[in-house]
């Protein structure tokens, strides 16, 4: 069964610090893996989709890793904002079954 | 454009009543999927289905049932609710990656 891990459960940085957030996983077999971003009392909002093929994507301020053999990903936000608050969850996927993390919540200081 | 809507956003029963919640896509997507998250841990999935007319098993199947007669609308059954049902209720669709969430179900079981 995949276990999905995400350290730490809770982050507060100052305005403009760079941050890494992990994710760990049991079974390297998987499809793809997303970092979704949920704000307080809203759904879900997918940030960063890599397949099992790739090593990274990024997309503005944010990068994504993923390391199958180690079971591994991070999620590297630049220069990060007060707005960047919020709760991050990592979910590993291998077909339709997707498996969460329990999130990050990133509180970022001004 | 709605995306994924989700009625109703909160609700509160008895225990051994019935509900049922619904899911709407405007987005003609083929995949749609019910979870639930519950404090301190991450989604779980529910049900899935792939197209209209097909529906399958998630992680966490027991106690729900779901209908997809309509490629656009996905629709979670509680026939006689628990209080172990009392959660946070996420519908997504997807094409098949990534996945929109809508904003979710607050459900209560008394």
């Known amino acids: 069964k995949q276990e999905v891990t995400q350290i730490p459960a809770a982050l507060s940085v100052p305005e403009g610090e760079n941050l890494v957030l992990n994710c760990s996983f049991t079974?390297?077999?998987?499809?793809?893996l997303q970092w979704f971003r949920q704000d307080p009392g809203k759904g879900l909002t997918s940030l960063l989709l890599?397949?099992?093929?790739?090593r990274e994507q990024t997309s503005g301020r944010l990068n994504a890793s993923l390391d199958k053999s180690s079971g591994r990903s991070t999620l590297y936000i630049a220069a990060s904002q007060p707005g960047d608050s919020a709760t991050y969850l990592c979910?590993?996927?291998?077909?339709?079954?997707?498996?969460f993390g329990a999130g990050t919540r990133l509180t970022v200081k001004p | 454009n709605a995306g994924v809507t989700q009625t109703p956003k909160f609700r509160v029963l008895k225990t051994g009543q019935s509900m049922t919640l619904l899911c709407a896509q405007d987005?003609?997507?083929?995949?749609m999927y019910w979870y639930r998250q519950d404090p301190g841990m991450g989604l779980r999935l529910i049900h899935y289905s792939v197209g209209e007319g097909t529906t399958a098993k998630g992680e966490v199947p027991d106690g729900y049932n779901v209908s997809r007669l309509k490629k656009q609308n996905f629709l979670l059954g509680l026939e006689s609710a628990a209080p172990s049902q009392t959660s946070v209720y996420f519908c997504?669709?997807?094409?098949?990656?990534?996945?929109?969430f809508g904003d979710g179900t607050r459900l209560s079981i008394l």
């Open positions: 979910a590993v996927g291998n077909n339709n079954d997707m498996r």
């Open positions: 997504a669709s997807s094409y098949p990656d990534p996945q929109h």
């Open positions: 890599i397949q099992s093929s790739q």
């Open positions: 079974d390297s077999a998987i499809y793809n």
């Open positions: 987005m003609n997507h083929e995949y």
